[in-house]
């Protein structure tokens, strides 16, 4: 049966996938296994062989004890000693081989998967990114795929292996002495009780400790970046975060210990029960013995056959519960796996040639969450080559409307259109190669200002490279620094200024010379110099393009060819910045709180 998924990690609405049930996840799981099957079928020959050739040095033992010494039969015993180490070296090389193509499948299915699954994110839309946390999703991809080597192939084969030896075992005991065996196994049931209630704690406590890992690893995460490590320098809550990193490493202690505790008494009583097996087995067979119903070889194969047995019978035992263990992990990367994007592309999309860049809103609304409308149907027109600048109170929908531009998010109602074209029937890489999209603070790689650029365009040449940044106002910094284009500009950008970084997401946007600019100025104030060098990077990258800018600036709003005013997701005011400073609405108001102090500054550095 399948039922829908419950809980707050996953986002709800498109995003929903549906949980499978154990019926389907094994048959699915199996499938990566599909590929593989050739080695697969020698591994498992590989198995059989080392469980069945297992049986034979028991049997040699007993020929050796009962023939060969009794009898003085010198080459029998030489035969039979051989043989013993014959057969050790063939299970040692079956060993060899076993694990050699053991690893590699259980490394192949483990590649394929994390392939696959990145290859799936990749797809997901924006949506899925905002509503799990990042820590989350890295965790499937590394720990959930890694925990599955060891799930599949290892348990699937243990499983079976352990299988075969009991089946074979038992079966050559019973041909030797059935009283005997069912003397032997009668205290298995010994060993199958406190495996299971021990091996049920075990995983209790395992999962309890992945549980407190992953809070100390996310706790380290939080605060040993650069981000949370500046705030919690400013703050100076050195000290409480140090308090609290030694209470989750005190807690993974604590469980660690128990871990290793709740193991022991374990092993001492299973230490005690393989004792009394072969003790019982001396005691009656010994008797038989006396009274010659019985050979002393045969005792002695008993009870190495009896040694051989608990082992594979203890792990069947817990098999329910690593069988468990595989399936919560399968299912929590199909959960993924089958997150499908909201942003689809219609069957019928075809490629948007080169454009002229009219930017149309019709009715257009658009929710996060359902019922909360971020727009509210919004109409407005930009026509090819204009600029356009976005001004409205904090959360009044400005990001939003850059979002639906490149289909980060698809409107709940109402279309966008391109040159007339809803971006809905165009293909998704073609449409976003028309846009470039310069965010509010600009994300860079931890790798150098070249790789950072190359982003923008993997072919530039350093020609290109160059004149994109010498339009930016940034080559003469650049040709400053030592490496030049090949420092590296640290985790996120951190080795760089506010403007600098600012400067360089203009380059790499100029460099992918895209027809649509859609921008989130950044609302950092920065002084008169490196204004004016965004402000010159700007007016090269606005040239003969079309473009929407969320626009924190006075130096912006006054540029632009219309000025759209948004409050509370609605289209309330539009025109150039005379015409709405005339009307005295929302705009003016603005322009006195932000922007007043602005024409100031302008004014000031003017003069300069
Ligand atoms: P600001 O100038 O402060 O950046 P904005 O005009 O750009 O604001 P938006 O970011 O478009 O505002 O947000 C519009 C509304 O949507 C806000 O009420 C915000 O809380 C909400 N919102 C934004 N992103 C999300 C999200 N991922 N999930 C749910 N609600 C969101």
């Known amino acids: 049966m399948a039922y829908r998924m419950h809980g707050g990690d996953l986002p709800q609405g498109p995003h929903r996938p549906v949980r499978e049930s154990a019926r389907t996840i094994v048959p699915r799981a199996l499938g990566y296994l599909l590929p593989y099957w050739f080695p697969f079928l020698f591994i498992l020959l590989c198995v059989l062989a080392i469980a069945g050739i297992g049986v034979l040095p028991p049997l ?3 020929h050796i004890i009962d023939e060969a010494i009794p009898e003085k039969h010198l080459s029998l015993l030489y035969i039979l000693a051989a043989a013993i180490v014959g057969i050790a070296l063939v299970n040692g090389l079956l060993g060899v081989l076993q694990s050699y193509l053991n690893n590699m499948v259980s490394q192949r299915i483990m590649y394929d ?29 590394n720990n959930d795929v890694a925990g599955i080597q060891n799930t599949v192939t290892s348990s699937l084969l243990s499983i079976i292996s352990d299988f075969a030896t009991v089946v074979i075992t038992l079966t050559v005991m019973l041909a030797l002495d059935w009283k005997l065996t069912l003397l032997g196994i009668s205290l298995l049931p010994l060993f199958i009780i406190p495996t299971r209630l021990v091996g049920r ?13 992953a809070d100390l690893n996310s706790h380290m995460e ?5 981000s949370g490590f500046l705030l919690m320098k ?25 871990q290793g505790l709740v193991g022991r008494w374990f092993f001492m009583s299973m230490g005690l029960f393989s004792a009394i097996g072969p003790a019982l087995i001396y005691l009656w067979g010994g008797r038989l013995v006396i009274q010659e119903a019985l050979t002393i070889g045969t005792i002695v194969a008993f009870v190495a056959y009896l040694g051989r047995l608990y082992g594979p019978v203890s792990s069947l035992a817990t098999v329910y519960v690593d069988v468990q263990a595989a399936l919560a992990l399968f299912e929590r990367i199909f959960e993924y796996l089958d997150t499908r994007s909201d942003i689809q592309e219609s069957p019928s999309a075809r490629a948007l040639p080169a454009i002229r860049g009219a930017i149309e809103f019709e009715d257009v609304s658009f929710a ?6 971020a727009l509210k ?47 809905r029937e165009v293909t998704l890489p073609s449409l976003r190669s028309h846009m470039g999209v310069v965010t509010q603070e600009p994300f860079l790689f931890h790798a150098s200002i070249r790789e950072n650029l190359l982003y923008g365009k993997a072919d530039a040449t350093q020609e290109e490279l160059e004149a994109a940044c010498q339009s930016a106002q940034l080559h003469e910094f650049i040709a400053r620094l030592p490496e030049g284009y090949d420092t590296v500009v640290g985790e996120r950008g951190y080795r760089l200024s506010g403007g600098e970084k600012q400067r360089l997401a203009i380059a790499r946007a100029l460099l992918k010379d895209p027809r649509v600019l859609v921008m989130d100025e950044a609302t950092s104030h920065l002084d008169s110099l490196a204004e004016s060098l965004i402000r010159a990077a700007l007016e090269r990258l606005l040239a003969g393009r079309t473009s ?9 709003i006054l540029r632009a060819d219309v000025i759209l005013v948004i409050d509370q997701g609605k289209l309330v005011e539009q025109g150039d910045h005379k015409e709405l400073l005339a009307r005295d609405g929302l705009y003016a108001q603005l322009y006195e709180t932000q922007f007043r102090q602005q024409e100031d500054e302008l004014l000031a550095s003017r003069r300069l």
């Open 368 to 373: 996060y969450v359902p019922g909360r409308y």
């Open 201 to 213: 704690r075990r995983r209790q406590l395992r999962r309890e400790t992945q549980r407190a890992r």
């Open 548 to 556: 929407v800018i969320v626009a924190q600036r006075l130096s912006t």
């Open 60 to 62: 040699l033992v007993r």
């Open 234 to 258: 400013v703050f100076h809550r050195e000290p409480a975060e140090a308090t609290r990193f030694r209470a989750h490493s005190q807690r993974l202690m604590r469980l660690e210990i128990l």
């Open 222 to 226: 939080e605060t040993l970046n650069i």
């Open 113 to 141: 998967l994390r392939n696959e699954l990145y290859t799936h994110l990749q797809g997901l839309s924006l949506r899925f990114f905002t509503a799990n946390r990042t820590g989350e999703i890295m965790s499937r991809l």
């Open 377 to 423: 149907d919004f109409t407005a027109r930009i026509e090819a080559g204009q600029m356009a600048a976005l001004v409205g109170p904090s959360g009044a929908g400005k990001t939003t409307f850059t979002h639906l531009l490149p289909r980060l998010y698809d409107p709940t109602s109402g279309v966008v259109r391109l040159d007339g074209v809803d971006i």
